[in-house]
């Protein structure tokens, strides 16, 4: 057990800079492919209250949430949004779709851009090619599905899924179902909510029979939230708008949970972000539905989560400044570095950090 040093945040000002969240990681530690089954990944407990740090295996989640608490589950589903085809000289191009934007359109980043102006065509099948319409405010491109058969299929049926590209490998037939959460349900994200590939269905019925809840929100991942911050003060930088729901039912789960007494569990960054655009001022959570851009970092204080389970994040990443909001720069960056020297793996099929 690593004991941590006291937080000196209001001191130094530490975290209010971009370059604060570099750290260095060995390329050998980026997990390329996920271990198994999903609940044997590692653990990273760190403690606020008594400022230590534990090493456990996921599975082990069951014994560090109490009966009466509830974990929060982003229940969205990655869709193949990875298309590769050819430009109309032959050469390669790729396409990932982001977001529907009406009549047919999808906003989308593209490959090579400075080649695929509004206009030109990409062929990924007989029956199906991409238009390249327009050029967004943030240098994405709106793109038109051109086919005679049903557009969704088309995608299923040529799409690749869309690993992130520090998975140093193209997509294999395990990823569809293993990049993608077990209690996947609303199609809509290009990638996947990371703290979830760890859960499995008998350690959700575990955790079920040890009286713990479940709740659901849906935020549908973008490509944006994992883009690093490149402006070193973190105010200048811009978020994508990603659309999520807190249900009425979910509002009013989870403020029962807290007005008894016991916690909410964010299972994830995405989960933190959709139930913080949901808080009021005061921590109650409000149902809630359309697109977010919320960037959470020092010194906010999260209202709407108690407890955080999440994976390990890109340095200078939103997601890891999002995690030292929620835990303190000092013990954030401090976990990392042990994470690091203790070789867990990171990144998307890498192993997972709780934060009580």
């Known amino acids: 057990m690593t004991v941590l040093p006291d937080s000196v945040d209001a001191v130094s000002r530490k975290g209010s800079r971009t370059s604060d969240y570099d750290y260095e990681l060995p390329e050998e530690r980026i997990a390329q492919r996920p271990v198994e089954p999903r609940d044997a990944s590692r ?119 869309p690993l992130p590209p520090y998975i140093e490998r193209a997509d294999e037939l395990g990823d569809a179902a293993r990049y993608q959460t077990v209690y996947a349900e609303t199609k809509g994200s290009v990638a996947a909510p990371t703290a979830g590939l760890h859960f499995t269905p008998d350690l959700l019925a575990t955790l079920r029979a040890r009286g713990v809840e479940t709740a659901s929100v849906v935020l549908h ?14 105010s200048q930088h811009v978020m994508h708008e990603e659309w999520c729901e807190v249900s009425g039912d979910t509002a009013a789960h989870l403020n029962a949970v807290r007005a008894r007494g016991n916690r909410v569990w964010a299972i994830g960054t995405t989960s933190v972000r959709t139930l913080e655009t949901a808080a009021d001022p005061h921590g109650t959570i409000r149902p809630f539905q359309g697109d977010t851009s919320i960037f959470l970092r020092p010194p906010a204080a999260l209202r709407g989560v108690d407890r955080l389970v999440t994976n390990f994040h890109l340095p200078k990443s939103t ?36 934060i009580l």
């Open 43 to 161: 653990l990273l407990v760190v403690d606020r209250d008594r400022d230590t740090i534990a090493h456990r295996t996921f599975r082990d989640l069951a014994e560090l949430i109490p009966a009466g608490d509830a974990i929060v589950v982003n229940t969205t589903k990655v869709f193949r949004a990875r298309l590769l085809g050819h430009r109309e000289s032959g050469g390669p191009a790729e396409i990932l779709l982001l977001r529907p934007a009406g009549e047919g359109c999808y906003e989308a980043m593209i490959h090579p851009g400075g080649k695929l102006r509004p206009g030109r065509i990409v062929t990924i099948a007989p029956d199906f090619r991409v238009e390249i319409v327009d050029t967004t405010p943030r240098r994405t491109r709106i793109v038109r599905l051109l086919t005679s058969g049903d557009p969704d299929a088309m995608i299923e049926q040529h799409g690749h899924v």
């Open 221 to 234: 991942v973008g490509a944006g939230t994992f883009r690093p911050v490149s402006d070193e003060d973190p």
């Open 319 to 354: 997601l890891i400044m999002l995690v030292a909001a929620f835990a303190g720069y000092d013990r954030t960056m401090q976990a990392y570095r042990t994470a690091v020297a203790e070789n867990y793996r990171f990144y998307s099929y890498g192993d997972a950090m709780c």
